[in-house]
């Protein structure tokens, strides 16, 4: 494939492209980790939210 | 599923977990298409291969407002209906639209310098696409700052609606203003003005980047359904260790 004189200019392009699309797939997935490790960690601990605690006569 | 159940963030949550593995399979799958189109697309007759950079450029571009204008509905959501997921959706919607509004900008410039001889020029169509990242900057900063969420949602939302005033500016800026960028060439009055050798690559393109923004959005909503259960949590714990 022939970029012609400007390829520095489509691949960098490309490559920026890439490595957004790279960092937000990181950041979700991170983020997503760590959401869930918090929640298990309250979780394991006893707490709950009202909704989720069962009721007692 | 009535519609009205998804305002139950746990219902969407169980529908988020089924529909993620399949919108990125869409994802990857417009990729591998449109990338293959792309770069068997024909240069173009005036700006050679750097025609390949609008099928970067333009989705970006279009996402960027997509963003904006997703994260407006979000904020009528939150001040008039009080959806409990409006505010979620909105503040999901800001670092994923300001990445694209960033990208639309770096392929303008990298486009722009073998093009025009510049990288950057204060035209209308420039300056206001800079002005949408910044505004993305700026609700991200009061999602940041503000102490109480709920009132941090509404001030996001009121600064949404007053800047979605930029979205039309950035559409007919290129007809208002006398501007070095070209004026629209896919969504105008009549026909396209792009050959289908060259429209057809953008458009599969474009769609492979509107399903990565959906994945990446519903993904998002799911973290910070999760980061609000956490805090609520936190919240509990600090009350039942005063108590």
Redesign the interface.
Known sequence: ???????G??V???A??AA??G???L???L??RA??R??DE??Q?G????SQTKETP | MALIDLANPSRFLALAGRALPWLAFATALAFGVGLVMAFNAPDDYQQGATVKIMFLHVPAAWLGMFGWTLMSLSAFGTLVWRHPLADVAAKAAVPIGAAFTLLCLVTGSLWGRPMWGTSWVWDARLTSVLVLFLMYLGVMALYRTAEDPARGARAAAILTLVGAINLPIIKFSVDWWNTLHQPASVIRLGAPAIHPAILTPLLVMALAFLLLFLTLHLAAMRNEILRRRVRTLRLIQADESHA
């Open positions: 494939m022939n970029l012609g004189a400007h390829a200019f489509i960098a392009a490309y920026a492209a957004m699309v960092v937000l797939i950041w979700v997935a983020d997503y959401q869930r918090s929640l309250l979780e601990r707490i709950t939210r009202r």
